[in-house]
């Protein structure tokens, strides 16, 4: 019996190491298929390889694809022709067009057709009947050259360059009454849009359209029958562009000239940018036109170093570029926030007190001092309180002939109407 019982736990036993072999050997035989269907790993040895920076790679610079109110950035080494349309308002804002450009470094030519007191439909009407009433002048040098006077038709003008730029505005008496920029549901922007896109060889035209500017004084009987005032008509001029111009898509871009002429207004430039309740100044009002509508032509201003207005022969005044920030800022305001006014500094900026050497020479004593930013000129005087001499911003010496005695002398820097006049120490000579 227990012979029996060895057997079967023989038997037991080889049974069970059979199965664990044939288990194993499964085992086996499925890594190695598992290990023979991946693909071989293979280890570089890179003891040897050169180490290479990363290649830098300056980032691309985004286009500049412009906005409704200023176009695509303009390139300073092709000629821009801008034509600008309109009446004694659109003669203010390309008055200084050609300085303003020039000087911040661009190529332009200039040209104004205009007819004074003209509104919208009654440009539609000249133009759609080709009657010759406007005058057409053109500045492609740095000065104006009258082509013709009261006797041109807006077609003759329009095809008389491949223009790149077309602006248009309402008259002054018009431009808040936003019925006036339409006969029933036809604009008349978007009939002279088309029409000087018509007769214009140049495809690619752009067709601005310029928001004037509000008048400080709205005393004839028109203005007083409709707008309370000076904010009144201005905000009533932007509602009528936002509704007649911009909401129709009647004008590739909008310029925002009333609404940088109202910035200013709220600097310590004050109320001085007219000449007579409408048109601008002379000098200020028509200069920072002139920048509005060349910046939302494209224009970089950041070079623009010159408030020389004395190109004007109605205007001889010397302006401080102290000044130039400020109208900088108020266009650029204006691009960001057209219908709305964005308050500007109170304070007018300061001049410098020049510091004055004097030197004994054989003629007499040579005065010499430092120019003065935005100085406008300069005044010598003794101690006696006598001018020796008056002499211009970019002159910074003079001789004074010899007298007898000591005396001493001081430079007055000169500040414009804004601006007040800087003086420096007095320093003594021999006289």
């Excluded at 003759?156 to 602006?167: G, M, S, V």
Aim: contains cysteine; hydrophobic residues 35%.
């Amino acid at each position: 019996m227990r012979r029996a019982l060895s057997l079967l736990l023989l038997l037991a036993l080889l049974l069970t190491g059979c199965a664990g072999g044939q288990a194993d050997a499964s085992a086996s035989t499925d890594s190695s298929a598992g290990e023979s269907s991946a693909q071989p790993v293979v280890l570089e040895d890179d003891s040897s390889a050169e180490e290479t920076e990363p290649e830098e790679t300056e980032p691309e610079e985004e286009p500049d694809e412009g906005s409704l109110y200023r176009l695509a950035a303009a390139d300073p080494d092709t000629l821009l022709k801008i034509l600008v349309v309109g009446n004694s308002f659109s003669v203010d804002s390309s008055e200084f067009l050609y300085e303003v450009a020039t000087d911040a470094g661009y190529q332009v030519l200039i040209a104004n057709l205009n007819r004074s007191s003209t509104p919208l439909a009654d440009h539609w009407s000249y133009a759609k009947n080709d009657e010759a009433v406007y005058t057409y002048r053109k500045n492609g040098d740095g000065s104006w050259e009258t082509v013709a006077k009261k006797s041109a038709t807006m077609s003759e003008a329009l095809e008389d360059e491949d223009w790149d730029i077309i602006l248009f505005q309402q008259q002054s008496y018009q431009a808040g009454v936003a019925s006036t920029y339409r006969h029933g549901e036809t604009s008349y922007v978007a009939q002279l849009a088309d029409f000087a896109r018509e007769h214009c060889s140049n495809a690619a035209v752009k067709i601005g359209w310029q928001m004037t500017w509000s008048l400080r004084e709205c005393t004839e009987r028109y203005y007083v029958k409709r707008f309370t005032g000076e904010l009144d008509l201005y905000e009533k001029i932007c509602a009528a562009v936002q509704t007649e111009v911009e909401d129709t898509g009647a004008a590739d871009f909008i310029i925002a000239t009333g609404t940088a002429i109202q910035n200013a207004r709220s600097s310590y430039l004050g109320d001085t940018l007219d000449r007579d309740g409408k048109h601008l100044s002379y000098d200020l009002g028509r200069y920072l036109a002139a920048m509005s509508v060349a910046s939302a032509c494209g224009m970089n201003l950041s070079q623009v170093d010159k408030l020389d207005t004395s190109v004007s022969s109605k205007s001889q005044t010397t302006l401080s570029t102290l000044h130039l920030p400020l109208l900088r800022q108020c266009v650029a305001d204006a691009e960001q926030t057209p219908y709305a006014i964005t308050g500007q500094s109170e304070t007018a900026p300061t001049l410098e007190q020049p510091e004055l050497t004097v030197e004994a020479t054989e003629n007499g004593q040579t005065l010499t001092w430092t120019a003065v930013e935005g100085a406008t000129g300069y005044q010598v005087t003794d101690g006696s309180g006598e001018v020796l001499a008056e002499l211009d911003g970019a002159t910074t010496t003079c001789t004074v002939e010899a007298g007898t005695g000591q005396t001493k002398y001081q430079v007055v820097a000169l500040g414009d109407d804004y601006l007040t006049s800087a003086s420096s120490p007095w320093v003594y000579g021999e006289g």
